[in-house]
């Protein structure tokens, strides 16, 4: 090599040249007319929002386990034809211990009457069909392959915001992170086009994985960057497209391909400020996991550590973290094994079992360990990062969901726990019951002699899925399909949507009430 | 990529659905009718050879074959430190999204390479490692002179353009798997400025791994496709072949025999598909399809529990290690190797084997045999845990306990493939009452206790899941013959009953077979007389070899082939080369 130059024409000139070809045959093909800029509002929406899905599977947690006392719903209104309840989270200290709730409780260093007053606790919202076992549920998408509930998988809706111009001005390094095991978030083969099967997005299986994706390090001085080939590699792919032996569905393939190489291309046009980072802790580091609590918890909070880094550095602003599986007792350090069968599908219920061998015992410390050790840390990250007016906490929603609710399988009264205003939408530091307590659910959970507590209607999940994307800053007319809110709006003979009331199921487009700030 | 996976599964469950028979036949089909086993081979599959099945388009390579290719890519560039580089861009490669196993049910014989979704992060990190190694390439003169000649650091501009065409050209050839056009070098050159830089170097390189050649299965054809499927070239034949078996780049043998044009003669094809699958490395694809295919969707960690009182009053004194999960899934691969590459034997010497490939001496323990060096494997100390349902990948739980449902139910899916509802809403509210009225119930007294609990899970339990379980609970939750199962109570540890080990059950492998087993050699025969294992395994070595799920009618004759060749006592390696042979893996249809 030498610094003679050759023949070729000068790097600059080359790129200019492709360029200027390249964006005519873009505009010209059909497939990237959703490539084009998209309409935003001229100022940038401010604060910047983040949200953070925290989902945990089963559920199975009574409302007296799990939820504030009764006692602290101190306004009620009627809304939708039934009554709606709030008060104000009350933080009870004893001793070095305070508590919300049995379940949501935690050493009194860790449970903060700043991070509380930041917090909301929300009940009465539940999902009108049966769903069992669901991984993406949590987020709006119940269907399950193999498992013929009837559904069509459709977008979760970290994906329905990371593809809203509503939610990203502009393109950012991962548009939703989702973390370890995958199957909590779905979307479309082509999201922009919102074309092709929807099926998982892919889940970053390490931290370090993570990390990779997320951070920029600043230039070094004297560093020039490189100008990236994405733009070459892209004509590439166009390069191939043109052949004629090609059939209409390998052309698809390769449009989906190029619309992603497109994204790429943006992502890397894009500036980014960083301070210099320490590499986080990589969660492939401590080998096998299950069953072991304080390495279930490290391995969290190294994911953690990246996705604060993240929204610090605004690379990304979505974050999507199952936290359990089926199997394991990641948070418990079960004596007996079958964790699944003798714990998670038994917890809930009045118990045959002496004290030291209740599931519901069990369960719910589990459920502790997560909130004390995983939930609150994660809030007191995103509460450091001060980002002038508020703290990335207050400018995020952080929602922690169950699979199921007061009983397994079962999916009325799925519990909420919040932190965040999200940028000042949502009121904080509030339970929340949104229970119909006229209205009990006839064809299961009746008080019986093994269940304690009775289930009623309320509001509805696809309601709280359409507040989600409402606080976030999306219009309805950006994602209602098929009805109100969002989610899958399935109509079974035996649905409970035959269990709400017209009103309630007129309201789904609405913000869940008593939350507006 | 490791993959910190947490999570297993899903429940199966009960429902009353009536039982699929192989072709899709229902449960009460007189094939299966009058309380004994069918007569002879199922009607399985029905060949009309007129039909031609829709194709998957525009294939990607799975996640395997991408880092397959692109470990060899690096050995051609600079093989003394291929190694050294591929360590260096690990960090680009995590990046790279795994594939998940897919498949008409997402756990049981779900496989990788169904997973077909063209994900941000597969393009994002394409991109990367391209990145990542052109700069690991640019690093020393040594390195670049290994991978693009001492042209590259000679200093004399003048020799600069023939440097990088001819890099292009040979390294192309390699990435692109076809021979590099001139419009190929006059694409991928441009990149370079009016004086040769490294990052230029880095620019090629980047651009030819990311390239769709290199990620896809760019399949043209040749011959007119408005007449119908149309033969592939043979460079692409040649990359559908070894991505097929080895799951990487054709060797140079098999670029010359397409460069030959041997590759499109039958004689000359059919010997490069014999000497592609004699060779070790089909092992690989071996294990990777043996691996989805009986991937239990429960077998834990083994060593999870130790330490915990029920545990470990029942292990006694075995600790298990955490290696002994792998252990026991790799013995899996191994047998299919085995009889698949190694002897050349039938479906049915697999199917019933009473070898044990115990390469660990911990699971040699666990089986009472010596190690498998190899050679002759050891024959099983008790003649009872022959078949494939006697093996402790998938007999043991890591529990004190067994799970002979979620053991029937693996059997009933992956091994015969059929169909069995989800459970219903409130499934599992009686276990709790069903466990305090008999604590000390063994594990199949409890799995019945629940099972009759309900009238809606009793039918399919009792007829379809359970007495599949039922004949495996000669083996413990660490895959140890038992004949006496001992009950514990799970805080204390304490021995709370100890009974003699039930196996004996109805399997109904087919509706109407009334013959009961106890043991899973008899399960085996059964299995194997019914048909229904061949047509199953038939079924998912079809998804295996072309990356989607098979029509039973379009792609019947493929699969009438092939489950013929099972039931007919050909070798088990002779029908896996059959797919290769037939018209449907050396063409495709472009449609318009």
Redesign the interface.
């Known amino acids: 090599m030498s610094g003679q130059g050759r023949q070729a024409p000068p790097r600059g000139a080359s790129r200019r040249r492709f360029l200027r070809g390249a964006g005519g045959l873009l505009l010209a093909l059909p497939f990237l007319e959703g490539l084009e800029p998209r309409p935003v509002s001229a100022e940038p929406k401010a604060p910047r929002k983040r949200f953070v899905s925290l989902a945990t599977q089963h559920g199975g947690s009574l409302g007296k386990d799990l939820h504030p006392p009764q006692a602290s719903l101190t306004e009620a209104k009627i809304y939708a034809g039934q009554q709606v309840r709030r008060g104000d989270l009350s933080l009870g200290v004893s001793g070095e211990t305070a508590s919300l709730s049995p379940i949501l409780s935690a050493g009194a260093n860790k449970l903060t009457p700043t991070l509380v007053s930041k917090m909301n606790v929300i009940r009465g919202l539940s999902v009108p069909f049966y769903t069992g076992h669901h991984r993406g549920g949590h987020l709006g998408n119940w269907d399950i392959d193999g498992d013929p509930h009837g559904f069509e998988h459709i977008p979760t809706i970290d994906q329905v915001m990371a593809w809203s111009p509503s939610f990203y001005e502009t393109t950012p390094l991962v548009r939703s992170m989702v973390c370890a095991n995958g199957y909590g978030s779905f979307n479309w083969q082509n999201p922009v086009d919102r074309t092709g099967p929807v099926s998982t997005v892919a889940a970053f299986a390490s931290s370090m994985a993570l990390f990779q994706s997320i951070y920029v390090p600043p230039p070094g001085e004297g560093d020039a960057p490189r100008a990236p080939v994405v733009d070459r590699v892209l004509a590439d792919y166009q390069r191939l497209r043109g052949s004629a032996r090609l059939s209409g569905k390998d052309r698809e393939r390769l449009d989906a391909h190029l619309q992603k190489l497109a994204e790429l291309e943006q992502k890397l046009g894009t500036v980014y400020s960083c301070e210099p980072a320490d590499p986080p802790g990589d969660t492939n580091s401590l080998g096998p996991v299950a069953n072991d609590v304080a390495k279930t918890v490290q391995y969290w909070k190294f994911f953690f550590d990246v996705v604060a880094m993240a929204f610090a550095c605004d690379t990304s602003r979505i974050a999507v973290l199952p936290l359990t599986c089926l199997y394991d007792p990641s948070f418990y350090a079960y004596p007996g094994g079958g964790w699944h069968e003798s714990v998670a599908h038994q917890a809930g219920f009045i118990s045959p079992h002496p004290p030291e061998e209740d599931p519901s015992g069990m369960q719910n410390a589990s459920y502790r360990t997560q909130f004390a050790e995983l939930f609150l840390y994660l809030l007191r990250k995103l509460d450091e990062i001060d980002e002038g007016e508020g703290t990335v906490l207050d400018n995020s929603l952080v929602a922690w969901t169950f699979e199921a609710g007061i009983y397994t399988h079962d999916s009325w009264d799925i519990p909420v726990i919040t932190a965040g205003s999200a940028g000042g939408e949502i009121v904080t530091g509030k339970h929340l019951d949104y229970r119909d307590m006229d209205n009990r659910v006839g064809n299961a959970g009746d008080v019986e002699s093994d269940r304690p507590e009775r289930i009623y209607t309320g509001l509805t999940w696809q309601q709280y899925l359409g507040t989600v994307l409402q606080v976030m800053g999306l219009d309805p007319g950006e994602y209602e399909s098929g009805g109100k809110g969002y989610g899958q709006h399935h109509q079974q003979a035996d649905s409970g949507f035959e269990q709400h009331s017209a009103q309630v199921l007129a309201a789904q487009g609405d913000l869940l009430p008593l939350l507006k700030a | 990529?490791?993959?910190?996976?947490?999570?297993?599964?899903?429940?199966a469950g009960c429902g009353d659905a009536p039982v699929g028979l192989p072709g899709g036949a229902a449960a009460g089909d007189p094939a299966g009718s009058g309380g004994g086993p069918p007569a002879g081979p199922l009607d399985a599959f029905a060949c009309d050879p007129g039909l031609v099945a829709p194709e998957l388009?525009?294939r990607?390579l799975s996640h395997t074959q991408y880092e397959h290719a692109v470990r060899d890519l690096v050995g051609v560039l600079v093989p003394s430190e291929r190694d050294v580089i591929l360590a260096e861009i690990d960090?680009?490669l995590?990046?790279v999204?795994?594939d998940?196993r897919?498949?008409?049910?997402?756990?049981?014989g779900a496989m990788r390479r169904l997973d077909q979704?063209?994900?941000?992060?597969?393009?994002?990190g394409a991109?990367?490692v391209g990145k990542a190694v052109g700069e690991a390439i640019v690093a020393t003169d040594a390195r670049l002179e290994a991978a693009a000649g001492l042209c590259?650091?000679?200093?004399?501009?003048?020799n600069?353009?023939a440097?990088v065409d001819d890099f292009i050209r040979r390294f192309g050839a390699h990435a692109l798997r076809r021979p590099v056009t001139d419009e190929d070098v006059a694409?991928y050159?441009?990149?370079?400025?009016?004086?040769?830089?490294?990052?230029?170097w880095?620019?090629v390189v980047?651009?030819l791994l990311?390239?769709?050649?290199l990620?896809?299965f760019?399949e043209?054809?040749e011959g007119d496709?408005a007449l119908g499927p149309v033969p592939l070239g043979p460079y692409e034949l040649a990359s559908r072949l070894s991505f097929h078996f080895w799951q990487t780049l054709p060797d140079a043998e098999l670029l010359a025999a397409a460069e030959s044009g041997a590759l499109l003669d039958d004689a000359g094809y059919q010997a490069q598909v014999e000497r592609l699958y004699a060779d070790p490395r089909t092992l690989d694809a071996l294990g990777e399809l043996a691996g989805d295919w009986l991937m239990p969707q429960?077998l834990?960690?083994l060593?999870?529990?130790v330490g915990?009182?029920?545990?470990d009053a029942f292990r006694g004194e075995l600790t298990p290690s955490?290696e002994l999960r792998g252990d026991m899934l790799d013995e899996l691969g191994e047998m299919v190797a085995y009889y698949a590459h190694d002897t050349e034997s039938g479906f049915d010497a697999f199917f019933a084997s009473d070898r044990s490939f115990a390469r660990s001496a911990e699971l040699a323990a666990i089986y009472g045999v010596p190690r498998w060096d190899g050679g002759e494997p050891p024959q099983f100390a008790e003649p009872q845990r022959a078949g494939l349902l006697g093996r402790a990948a998938l007999t043991a739980?890591?529990?004190?306990?067994t799970?002979p449902i979620l053991k029937g139910v693996f059997a009933r899916k992956a091994l015969l493939c059929d169909r069995i509802?989800?459970?219903p809403?409130?499934?599992?509210?009686v276990?709790?009452?069903a466990?305090?009225q008999s604590p000390a119930a063994s594990a199949r007294q409890r799995a019945e206790a629940i099972s009759e609990a309900r009238a809606d899970c009793a039918a399919c339990h009792q007829q379809t899941i359970n007495p599949l379980g039922f004949v495996t609970e000669s083996f413990d939750?660490l895959g140890r013959f038992r004949e006496m199962e001992t009950v514990?109570?799970?805080?204390s540890?304490e021995a709370l009953a100890e009974v003699p080990v039930d196996s004996a059950a109805v399997p109904r492998v087919v509706a109407g077979d009334a013959r009961p087993a106890s043991d899973t050699a008899t399960l085996a025969r059964y299995m194997l007389e019914s048909g229904k294992p061949q047509a199953c395994f038939a079924r998912h070595y079809f998804r295996f070899t072309f990356g989607r799920q098979e029509q039973d009618e379009a792609d019947g004759c493929t699969l009438e082939e092939m489950y013929r060749g099972l039931l007919e006592g050909q070798s088990f390696g002779s029908v896996l080369r059959v797919l290769a042979l037939r018209p449907e893996f050396r063409r495709r249809?472009?449609?318009?």
């Open positions: 990529m490791a993959a910190a996976a947490l999570c297993a599964g899903v429940v388009p525009l990607r960090g680009a995590v990046t999204p795994p998940t897919t498949g008409p049910d997402a756990k049981l979704t063209i994900y941000q992060e597969t393009v994002d991109y990367a590259a650091t000679d200093g004399d501009a003048g600069d353009a440097c694409y050159r441009d990149v370079v400025g009016g004086s040769l830089e490294r990052g230029d880095v620019d980047t651009e990311s390239a769709p050649w990620l896809y760019v043209l054809g496709p429960d834990p960690d060593a999870m529990n915990t009182p029920a545990f955490h739980s890591g529990l004190a306990t799970r509802e989800p459970p809403a409130d499934a599992m509210m276990a709790a009452e466990e305090a939750g514990y109570a799970p805080s540890g249809t472009i449609e318009p």
